[in-house]
């Protein structure tokens, strides 16, 4: 099992930046495959970005393809989502999430375990 627990949302401008971090417990964090979700109140969960146990590859949605960049430390069981030009639309709480396998799916049902999730607020 991993435990997940997310950081680093906040408020911020639009244009602006934010990197979001995830501490993931447990000794197997390079085993896992990770993902990035997001969710606004009355929509469902969606997919926002993923990347393999080695961070050799990668997937992200298109909504945020060439302003965000997921990656990785497995020396220090840390995930990140670094989050640039920011939109209002961007605005949601950030779940990590986690799963065994070298898949990168983007639906929810795909990750077995799930952090708390950290709110992002970007003011226009």
């Known amino acids: 099992q991993v435990q997940l627990v997310e950081s680093g949302g906040g408020l911020v401008q639009a244009g602006g930046s934010l990197r979001l971090s995830c501490a993931a417990s447990?000794?197997?964090?390079?085993?896992?495959?990770m993902g990035w979700f997001r969710q606004t109140p009355g929509k469902e969960r969606e997919f926002v970005a993923a990347i393999i146990w080695s961070g050799g590859r990668t997937s992200y949605a298109d909504s945020v393809k060439g302003r965000f960049t997921i990656s990785r430390d497995n020396a220090k069981n840390t995930l990140y989502l670094q989050m640039n030009s920011l939109t209002a639309e961007d605005t949601a709480v950030y779940y990590c999430a986690a799963r065994t396998g070298v898949a990168l799916p983007t639906a929810v049902t795909g990750y077995n375990y799930w952090g708390q999730g950290t709110q992002v607020t970007v003011s226009s």
């Open positions: 447990g000794r197997t964090f390079s085993r896992y495959t």
